[in-house]
């Protein structure tokens, strides 16, 4: 009698699955992830675990953010934990290791939410997996190095959360990872060696130190690059031999040195390398079509080439330009080609107006602390807070880096 009843409940349980059709493990695993979750608002009608109930015929159909295999019994393949609607605050608790028992997973999300701790370790034995996105939380401690085991991994992105410690050196062995974004976490140390067919980077707003990894060891394929706010340095050099990139970002560091003119290429449309430590001059190379280039607090000089002229949102404020603006500027301004142009806070002694044509009413032009008076009215220009009062520089400041005058 009492071993009938310590078996009562795997009865009961092998009842349910074949009335229900879900594997026993993964419905266990999904009871175990439920119990360690909640829906910070669980009253809501958006609630995401209202539809777990356990009872029901067939949690396949009926489980919001799970999706199962045809066969019986079903596996579950894809589990996306949150609603990711933007009246959703998501869900609070922490990542059950029972996420491990769904052997048949192939991609993971948590959508926006307090979930705290660590991430499971045992993640790294779902041999299936594809994708790993666990973004917007507060998940904690270093990204496990088991994750860099996965033989099919080809997007993680762990993004917006509180992960330290460094970057895994076995990275570079996914050959199938092309997506990578690691950005806003606490992640210290210097980046590795990456995987070599890699298309997709962001490591921007961590803790990261050094040098870009040598260009014989950049992955030829990136097209989206972005470390911005770390604490890297050294040339740019190593980005010469990057032909695919179309987005580059690499602003607040603390590179030096020239900027490569093969970044000129026609093929990048997005290049922010504002608030380093940049010198020299602007390659001259001619843009085809670009729609930002923030070149911003540097120590960037020389004469405006035609360069950036038609680029739509264009920063160069804060830098040491001298001489007059290329008339293709000014052209692209008031033929609104070019929406944004920034030229506050240098040398530049003209910029060539056209008489009697008002700007459009699109473009914000700022002109102001230059070796000039502004020749557009202050108040027809958009010039931000920062930029000062203070509408041209004093003589002694511009007599030695122009010889002539506005």
């Given at each position: 009698m009492r071993m009938f009843l310590l078996l009562l409940p795997l009865v009961l349980l092998l009842s349910a699955v074949e009335t229900q059709g879900i594997s026993v493990v993964d419905l266990s695993a999904l009871?175990?992830?439920?119990?360690?979750?909640?829906?910070?608002?669980?009253?809501?009608?958006?609630?995401?675990?209202?539809?777990w109930d356990f009872t029901a015929p067939d949690p396949c159909s009926s489980f919001a953010g799970i999706t199962c295999s045809l066969f019986i019994p079903k596996r579950v393949t894809t589990l996306t934990l949150g609603t990711g609607?933007?009246?959703?605050?998501?869900?609070?608790?922490i990542l059950s290791p029972a996420i491990s028992n769904?052997?048949?997973?192939?991609?993971?999300?948590?959508?926006?939410?307090?979930?705290?701790?660590?991430?499971p370790d045992q993640i790294g034995t779902l041999k299936k997996l594809t994708v790993i996105s666990l973004t917007n939380n507060r998940l904690t401690g270093s990204i496990p190095t088991s994750i860099f085991t996965l033989p099919n991994l080809h997007t993680l992105d762990l993004s917006h959360n509180q992960l330290t410690g460094t970057i895994p050196g076995s990275i570079s062995q996914l050959s199938s990872l092309k997506v990578v974004v690691l950005g806003s976490n606490k992640i210290s140390g210097e980046i590795p060696i990456l995987p070599t067919e890699l298309l997709h980077l962001d490591l921007s707003n961590n803790e990261l130190s050094g040098m870009l990894p040598r260009k014989i060891r950049m992955p030829l394929t990136l097209r989206y690059l972005s470390v911005s706010g770390n604490r890297l340095w050294g040339p740019l050099s190593v980005l010469e031999s990057l032909s695919e990139l179309v987005y580059l970002d690499l602003s607040m560091n603390r590179f030096s040195g020239t900027i490569p003119s093969s970044l000129f290429r026609s093929t990048l449309s997005s290049m922010y390398l504002?608030?380093?430590?940049?010198?020299?001059?602007?390659?001259?190379p001619p843009l085809s079509s670009r729609s930002t280039v923030d070149l911003s607090h540097n120590s960037l000089t020389g004469e405006l080439t035609n360069t950036l002229a038609g680029v739509e949102t264009l920063f160069l404020n804060n830098n040491r330009f001298t001489g007059a603006v290329p008339k293709d500027y000014v052209e692209s301004v008031y033929s609104g080609n070019t929406r944004t142009l920034y030229l506050q806070h240098n040398y530049i002694a003209e910029f060539p107006v056209k008489e009697g044509l008002p700007l459009p009413d699109s473009v914000a032009l700022?002109?102001?602390?230059?070796?000039?008076?502004?020749?557009?009215?202050?108040?027809?220009?958009?010039?931000?807070?920062?930029?000062?009062?203070q509408i041209s520089r004093p003589v002694n400041q511009c007599s030695a880096f122009n010889t002539s005058m506005a």
């Open positions: 009871r175990e992830i439920k119990n360690s979750l909640t829906d910070i608002t669980s009253s809501s009608p958006n609630a995401f675990f209202t539809s609607l933007s009246d959703s605050p998501g869900l609070a608790g769904l052997s048949e997973l192939t991609q993971l999300v948590l959508f926006t939410g307090i979930v705290t701790g660590p991430i504002q608030r380093n430590n940049l010198t020299g001059r602007v390659p001259k700022c002109l102001s602390y230059n070796c000039m008076v502004p020749p557009v009215p202050v108040e027809f220009m958009a010039c931000p807070a920062s930029a000062g009062e």
